[in-house]
């Protein structure tokens, strides 16, 4: 008999969404198999997405939040296809359910796998890890703004388009980011802004991000611009441990820090709504990958290793562990999609997972 059952909603949406979160599943599934009736995952999958959109004009259903507020967290995929603008796709489904379920806070980790090469030459000579802390509410993704003036003929429109900050926006994550840059064994926190040429919102987030360090006097802070911390990234990348970031920002410098860990499939993600009011969602930082969806080449682990994020959340930190030590001991052993310089397929990485998860005990992993 299983003492714990978690129930999640499935959505894989678009392209590649579905060969992963499968792949996802697949990995979990075997994971609660092996944990002896310890726990089980009880799935519900929604059929959300672009051919969703095709068939009823809707990316989820009108009644989605509703139908999936009950679960205790929500396994995603990627969302957007071609055939429907990307604006849409993105706010009829994802931004939707990350704005109606407040999921402030946007975990990004940048985690440097043994066995895949990192374009970086300073990844040879040190342990790089780091992890993005971005704020997934409001700032330029608020989705305030218009278009107007159309009428004044072709050339004529105007657009506008807003970003938020409030100071209880930027606190909440500043405050975040400072408590996980306490668990790490570097303790620090780069926040990054772009304050010298965005005078009202991004000044307020340093100042917030003043007054809240000094609560925190163990953990060591900087200030960065982004243009100068997308070089650091680069160039000095062992000196990160946590990066806080607005909502653009980060999403820009979470994709760099993944291509210079390898590929944008070894990306994982958690849209937390960290007071657990709703449930949060966890997915592959990826797109719906247009351009390989269907081959059977998608890297899983990026959706694997957001599945360690949900299980961490669901209160199982010792399967989240030993999901993570299943990924590692697979790069490995040279078990690798394309992306990352190999030529295994979506299905061979996963089964290798599934072997390696054997490899590791049970339950104290
Ligand atoms: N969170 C999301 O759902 C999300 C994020 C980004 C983009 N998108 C959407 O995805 C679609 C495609 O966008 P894009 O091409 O800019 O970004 P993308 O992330 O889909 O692809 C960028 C590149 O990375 C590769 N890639 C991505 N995931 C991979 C994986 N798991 N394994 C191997 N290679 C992988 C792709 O093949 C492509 O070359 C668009 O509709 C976009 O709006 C969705």
Not at 11 to 40: K, T, Y
Not at 121 to 144: C, I
Request: hydrophobic content about 45%.
């Amino acid at each position: 008999m299983t003492t714990r059952t978690f129930r999640i909603a499935a959505i894989p949406a678009d392209g590649v969404g579905e060969e992963v979160v499968a792949a996802g599943r697949a990995v979990l599934d075997a994971l609660a198999e092996g944990s002896g009736g310890a726990f089980g995952f009880a799935w519900e999958e929604f059929p959300w997405g672009a051919r969703h959109y095709a068939e009823t004009g809707r990316m989820m259903d009108e009644d989605g939040l509703e139908r999936l507020r009950p679960f205790d967290a929500i396994y995603f995929g990627a969302v957007g296809w071609p055939t429907v603008p990307d604006h849409v796709s993105l706010w009829g489904l994802r931004l939707a359910i990350c704005q109606g379920f407040d999921q402030w806070a946007n975990i990004r980790p940048v985690h440097f796998l043994p066995g895949v090469r990192s374009p970086l030459r300073s990844a040879d000579d040190h342990e790089l890890d780091w992890v993005v802390v971005r704020e997934n509410s409001e700032g330029e993704y608020a989705g305030l703004g218009g278009r107007n003036l159309a009428a004044r003929g072709p050339g004529g429109e105007v657009a506008v388009q807003s970003s938020l900050f409030t100071e209880v926006g930027c606190e909440r994550i500043i405050r975040f980011a400072f408590e996980l840059a306490r668990t790490r064994s570097r303790r620090k926190l780069s926040s990054v802004t772009k304050s010298n040429a965005q005078q009202y919102g991004m000044v307020l987030w340093d100042e917030v991000f003043r007054r809240v360090a000094a609560e925190y006097p163990d953990v060591e802070t900087e200030s960065v611009l982004v243009d100068a911390m997308s070089a650091k990234f680069v160039l000095r990348p062992e000196d990160l441990s946590v990066v806080v970031a607005s909502n653009l920002h980060a999403d820009i410098l979470s994709d760099l820090g993944s291509a210079l860990a390898g590929s944008l499939g070894l990306a994982a993600s958690a849209n937390l709504n960290p007071e657990r009011r709703f449930p949060s969602m966890f997915e592959p930082v990826h797109g719906s990958a247009p351009d390989i969806a269907g081959l059977g080449r998608a890297n899983p682990i990026g959706a694997v290793g957001s599945a360690a994020l949900m299980l961490d959340h669901l209160g199982l930190p010792a399967e989240a562990a030993r999901l993570h030590r299943a990924i590692a001991a697979t790069t490995a052993a040279g078990v690798l999609t394309r992306d990352v310089g190999g030529t295994a397929g979506t299905e061979e990485v996963t089964d290798a997972l599934i072997g390696a998860l054997g490899t590791y005990g049970t339950l104290d992993g």
